[in-house]
């Protein structure tokens, strides 16, 4: 067993802002991605090729939740 010791980073919007949230994932046709949002901290791992955030106006993230609804993404990942 291989144990190594990571770095994570803290995402923390502006006021007025999210975090769009973009992960790959693997789906029945390959690797896609998944996009979510946040209004809260997200807490990730520095060096992971495979997830970004950026911040966007939090306009974005209502209409996501309007469209999308809530639900369990990101979450346990928000401090």
């Known amino acids: 067993m291989e144990i190594k010791d990571v770095?994570?980073?803290r995402y923390?919007?502006?006021d007025g802002m999210a975090l769009k949230i973009t992960r790959d994932c693997f789906g029945?046709?390959?690797i896609c991605k998944?996009?979510?949002y946040s209004s809260r901290p997200v807490i990730a791992y520095e060096d992971d090729p495979s997830f970004?955030?950026?911040e966007v106006?939090?306009?974005e993230y209502?209409?996501?939740v309007k469209e999308k609804g809530?639900?369990?993404s990101v979450g346990s990942l928000i401090q």
């Open 12 to 14: 923390i919007p502006s």
């Open 34 to 36: 998944d996009v979510s």
């Open 28 to 30: 029945c046709n390959g």
């Open 62 to 64: 209502e209409k996501w």
């Open 70 to 72: 809530c639900r369990v």
């Open 57 to 59: 106006p939090v306009q």
């Open 52 to 54: 970004s955030v950026e």
């Open 7 to 9: 770095i994570l980073k």
